[in-house]
């Protein structure tokens, strides 16, 4: 999740029923802990900016990483973020041009299930282009078609 939607909050309450959270914190949210809050910037020395990180299923675990093209060990839990993100950022870059849900109405599930329109169009696309079609007619393999 995204630093706009993560507290928390809401991590303790989806752990609380079965489901883990990875995402990135808003540090001025009102029920971040105080320690948290107030980490500086200033004396963290390993990274040009400083990112809050929220998991529960993430230990404090690092693995070795490339940055600039020097080798330096980066968190596991930073390491699965970005690993999972980039699809949330594609299908975003994919669907701004066809966006469905940009035309205006008053009622929120409507344009909710435009927005779910949208991305079942894309998911469908995906597929397609994952199966070759011309080359599944050629060797008569008609199999997930």
Not at 53 to 68: G, L, Q, V
Not at 115 to 126: E, K
Request: proline share 2%; hydrophobic share 35%.
């Amino acid at each position: 999740m995204d630093n706009f939607y993560n507290s928390v909050g809401l991590a303790c309450f989806l752990k609380s029923r079965r489901t883990d959270v990875l995402g990135t914190l808003n540090r001025r949210r009102l029920e971040t802990p105080s320690n948290i809050k107030n980490l500086n910037e200033r004396k963290m020395q390993r990274d040009v900016k400083l990112v809050t990180m929220i998991s529960t299923f993430h230990k404090n675990d690092t693995a070795p990483s490339h940055r600039a093209g020097d080798e330096c060990e980066k968190p596991v839990v930073v390491h699965n973020y970005n690993k999972n993100m980039g699809g949330v950022f594609l299908k975003d870059h994919k669907l701004s041009a066809y966006l469905m849900e940009r035309k205006r109405c008053l009622k929120w599930y409507i344009k909710d299930f435009r927005r779910l329109l949208n991305c079942s169009i894309l998911n469908s696309y995906i597929i397609y282009r994952c199966h070759d079609r011309e080359k599944n007619w050629i060797t008569g393999n008609f199999g997930m078609l």
